[in-house]
């Protein structure tokens, strides 16, 4: 499967309607974001990311990392709020580990069809123990909380290059 991926880039995207608390205030906002990862499958067997976000239709935040062929990390971001930490390889596609916050745990999966010619993308996530997910905004700085999170649209396409 990784073979057929060569030379291809994968771009995964999704909506989001979230709400986060200010934890200083107690202050609650609504939020919209537009989310892009894109995996670029190099014939060195290295895969480089890129992740990026749009808030509110402004302030976009982006990560671009690069990983070996067993998908681990060699550059990137060393912090930051999001990031992809790990990907790994299954029978008919991959997993991107992200963190999230403090204690938020994200996935995006990746199934791809025969041939390298099309995919389906899910997003996944996880809370901590509490049900909720702290974190530094890096819209304000401030220490926010994820009160809610809904995620629609998740689409997945596969083009050369």
């Known amino acids: 499967m990784r073979q057929a991926l060569v030379g291809k880039t994968i771009v ?4 989001e309607s979230d709400r986060e608390m200010d934890i200083s205030s107690g202050d609650e906002t609504p939020y919209t974001v537009q989310t892009e990862a894109r995996f670029l499958f190099g014939a060195d067997g290295q895969i480089a990311t890129r992740y990026d976000r749009t808030i509110n239709d402004r302030r976009p935040f982006s990560a671009a990392q690069t990983f070996d062929a067993n998908g681990s990390l060699l550059t990137g971001p060393a912090s930051g709020v999001y990031k992809i930490v790990k ?4 029978d008919r596609g991959f997993a991107a580990s992200l963190v999230w916050g403090n204690h938020g745990a994200q996935q995006i999966r990746v199934a791809v069809g025969p041939g390298a010619s099309a ?3 899910e997003f996944l996530q996880g809370t901590d123990r509490t ?3 702290d ?6 700085g401030k220490k926010k909380r994820s009160i ?3 995620v629609s649209g998740v689409s997945c396409q596969i083009a050369n290059g």
């Open 148 to 150: 809610s999170r809904q």
């Open 12 to 15: 995964v995207s999704w909506s």
């Open 131 to 133: 049900g909720g997910t």
């Open 119 to 121: 995919c389906t993308g």
């Open 135 to 140: 974190y530094i905004s890096p819209v304000d």
């Open 87 to 90: 990907i790994e390889f299954q």
